[in-house]
Each structure stands twice: as structure tokens, then as C-alpha cells.
């Protein structure tokens, strides 16, 4: 039997590339350009960091020239100390730069080379002070700083850079054994291990095992690096990606879903005591077939941002805006409860403020013209949709409640109500109004009387 399934094209790349799974190493078209702007940013300030700590290095280094003994020549020209000048010079220059901008890659690679160069060039140097053939200085263990310089190629999180550093110190270290043999025309080679540990003849098992060594640990932390980095991008592309979608969902509910110790999933919820407010626009949809597309999404965008920052101040959570509507929720995302009283305060709020508008000339044709509306009661409070799409919503007769006192306005010629049991409710949480309230009969199913906010 065939059957005509086409193949997950990610999963077909890793099928044709095993070496990418194991290494778990990103594909350069996945990142975004705002992402590689960030992971700039890091390689910049990791860079900034690594130029600090080779400076503390060289500062080590010349303390510790300086307290060493010399037994060379006092005539002899001694060229550690200006090396060590340059060096200290060098980062200092290359630290003032990475501060300024991100170092480009030759200057990177030009630093590696440099450490590496006065690294070897003070080993090298142990046979002069010291008065001793070069194969002296095979035994110094000045060499263990190559992995401190391997290790801060690994704060770039960029694998290139610390096998660069590898190579650069493998080829340094054969290069200084080469000299010493070259020095010793061949006489001083042995493969007597004790010879070697108590004399100044030169094993080349023991060499060889220092260059194998720092080669197999570069490309160790190489391999480590770029599956960290394939976590780091990741991790920066989800995590952008949570702050531009957090934009689409209220401040709370995003920070619920991503605090959630479980994944999102349909069907997730729980049923809670709840507050409901809707909130709307007087007139606005025949104002708007009146006007351009740009007055009426200004208007909209003045409108929803002075009432999303009035509802979150009481304590509401944006549910959804329906064009010129809003409808918040209180007590369903942290479970407060005074759910009732914050949003009749939130509703005072929202009268007071749309009074002032008319000196606003972008929402003066809707001064004193936004109804509102509350009821509370059990509400079932989760997840709908599918695997594919989720929403965040809230389910219960207090929902449509809501929304049907907020259209009653109209019919009772008033700005903002809540039906009774809202009311009592706010008073047991606390609630003081701003003004003498009104109790009007209601003639929405669902409540018998409403009590008038403005």
C-alpha cells in the first residue's frame, strides 16, 4: 500500500543532515533579522567583557615577570616587558573599540592570533631568564593559560572562534617544540619519562599529548557551543516572539499562559466568581461610514488606549476589543476579590475621563458619549479552539449580561450601568460610589432592576 503523505520538511533536514541534529546547530535563514541584531548585541558585550579579563590577565602576567628572578644577561635585551606593554596597549585599544561598536571578524581573529603570539613568546622566553636550553620552558606551566584564552572564545557563543583559538594555540605550542629540538640539534630528545621530568631532555609523547589536549578540549567546548547556540537562538526567537504576541493578548493573561506550569491546551479552565465590563461607543459606527480610515483608526487607538490603561489600573484584563467595544474582566486572571467593586471603580473611571474629552480633537466627537456596562457571576474562565489556534476567553451568563445592559443604555438614555447583584456585591467588597445611585426597573432578561452609574 502507497500512500502520498508529504514529508515534514524539517524533519527531512535533519534526515539529510545527522551532523546538524547532533550538533543541534541553526540554520542561518531561521533567524530574523531582529534577532541577529540581538545576538550582535550579546558578541558585542561579550567581547567588551573578554578584553577586560585578558587585561587582568596581562596585569597577572607582568606582576608576576616582575617578582620572578632573572638569572639572564643584565646587558641582554629582555623582550618580555615590552611585549607585555603591547599586549596591555593592544587590548586596551581593542577594548575601547568593542565598547564603541561590534568587532569585525578579522579583528576577532587578529586578537586571538595576538594572544596566542605573546602567550607562546613568554614561554619561550622562561629559557633566557632562566638560563637554561630551550627545551626548559616545555615544562612551564604558563601553557595552561591557552585554555583560559579558549574559554573566553566560548563567551561569544560563536564555536568558529574557539577552534580558531585551538588551532592557533596547537600550532604555537608545535612550533615552540620544533625550536627547542631545532636548538638542541636532535641530541635532546628522548623516551626516558624520567629523563624527561628531571632533566631538560624533550619527550615528544608528552608534547604531543599537550597539543592533542588543547585540540580535542577546543573542539569539545566547540561542540557544546554550537548546541548551546542553536538554544540561544531559540530561546531569543521565542522569547521576541512572546513579547510581540504578548502585545495581542492582555498584560495578565500573557503573563498566566507564559507562568503556566503547563503547556496551553483546549479545554484548560476553571470556573471562578467574575466581573464583566463592556464598554462602547455611542453612534460610532454611522460616524465612522462618514469619515476617513485614518480619523476613524486614530480615534480608535486614542480611545482603546485611555480605556485599556483605566482597566488595568483597577485591576481588569483586556478580553477582546469588538472594533469601538471593549470587553474586560475582572477577577478572572489573578482571582481578586473585590472583582465587583474594581469594576464599578473602573467604570467611575472611565465616565470621569470621557467627559474631558471635548478639548481633545481626536476624541471630542465622543465626549460623553462611551456606555459601559457590568454584571458579575459565575463565569467559566479558559482555553477554546484547537491545537492550531487558541483564545483565551471567558463563558457564562454574566458575559452576556453584560453585554446586553450595555446596549440597554440606549434605551434607557444612561451612560453606564450594573445590574443589582453587581452592585450589592461591590458594596460587600468595599465600593464606595462617587455619587447617589440610581435603581431603574430593567427590562433585560436575566436581572430585574439596574442601578444607574451615570
Not at 216 to 226: S, T
Request: charged content about 20%.
Amino acid at each position: 500500500m502507497t500512500t502520498n503523505q508529504t514529508p515534514d520538511p524539517a524533519l527531512a533536514g535533519r534526515l539529510r543532515n545527522p551532523l546538524r541534529q547532533v550538533l543541534g546547530q541553526p540554520s542561518a535563514p531561521d533567524i530574523s533579522p531582529r534577532i541577529r541584531v540581538q545576538i550582535d548585541l550579546h558578541d558585542q558585550s561579550s567581547e567588551v567583557l573578554i578584553k577586560i579579563i585578558q587585561l587582568v590577565i596581562v596585569t597577572i602576567w607582568a606582576a608576576l615577570y616582575w617578582l620572578s628572578p632573572k638569572t639572564g644577561s643584565g646587558t641582554m635585551f629582555a623582550p618580555v616587558p615590552w611585549a607585555l606593554a603591547a599586549y596591555f596597549a593592544f587590548n586596551l585599544a581593542a577594548l575601547l573599540w568593542a565598547r564603541r561598536a561590534r568587532l569585525p571578524d578579522w579583528a576577532v581573529l587578529v586578537s586571538i592570533v595576538v594572544d596566542v603570539a605573546i602567550l607562546m613568546l613568554l614561554i619561550w622566553s622562561f629559557h633566557i631568564q632562566y638560563g637554561q636550553p630551550p627545551s626548559f620552558y616545555l615544562k612551564a606551566p604558563t601553557l595552561l593559560y591557552v585554555f583560559i584564552f579558549i574559554a573566553l572564545r566560548a563567551l561569544r557563543f560563536e564555536a568558529r572562534f574557539v577552534i580558531f583559538t585551538g588551532i592557533a594555540a596547537a600550532v604555537g605550542w608545535l612550533a615552540l617544540v620544533a625550536y627547542a629540538i631545532y636548538s638542541a640539534h636532535g641530541m635532546g630528545v628522548t623516551r626516558d619519562y624520567i629523563a624527561y621530568l628531571t632533566g631538560n631532555e624533550i619527550l615528544l609523547g608528552a608534547e604531543f599529548d599537550k597539543i592533542i589536549t588543547i585540540v580535542m578540549v577546543a573542539g569539545i567546548i566547540a561542540v557544546a557551543l554550537v548546541r548551546a547556540n542553536g538554544l540561544l537562538v531559540r530561546a531569543t526567537s521565542e522569547a521576541q516572539a512572546a513579547r510581540d504576541l504578548s502585545r495581542f493578548f492582555d498584560r495578565d493573561v500573557a503573563n498566566s499562559i507564559r507562568n503556566a506550569g503547563e503547556e496551553a491546551a483546549p479545554g484548560s479552565g476553571s470556573r471562578i466568581e467574575a466581573a464583566i465590563l463592556n464598554v462602547d461607543l455611542r453612534g460610532f459606527t454611522a460616524w465612522a461610514a462618514r469619515r476617513d480610515p485614518v480619523e476613524v483608526l486614530s480615534l480608535l487607538i486614542a480611545y482603546q488606549k485611555r480605556m485599556v490603561g483605566i482597566i488595568q489600573r483597577h485591576g481588569g484584563s483586556i478580553d477582546k476589543f469588538m472594533g469601538d467595544g471593549i470587553m474586560a474582566t475582572f477577577g478572572t486572571v489573578r482571582g481578586e476579590a473585590t472583582y465587583a467593586a474594581d469594576a464599578l471603580r473602573a467604570t467611575e473611571d472611565i465616565l470621569t475621563e470621557t467627559r474631558d474629552w471635548a478639548g481633545d480633537p481626536v476624541l471630542a466627537p465622543f465626549a460623553a458619549k462611551v456606555n459601559a456596562a457590568v454584571a458579575c457571576g459565575p463565569v467559566v474562565s479558559g482555553t477554546i479552539g484547537d491545537d492550531s489556534r487558541l483564545e483565551y476567553t471567558v463563558i457564562g451568563a454574566a458575559v452576556n449580561l453584560s453585554a446586553k445592559l450595555e446596549k440597554a443604555n440606549k434605551e434607557l438614555k444612561t451612560r453606564a450601568i450594573a445590574s443589582q447583584e453587581t452592585w450589592d456585591a461591590a458594596l460587600v467588597q468595599g465600593y464606595q460610589p462617587a455619587a447617589r445611585p440610581r435603581r431603574r426597573k430593567s427590562a433585560v432578561p436575566g436581572t430585574a432592576h439596574v442601578v444607574v452609574l451615570g
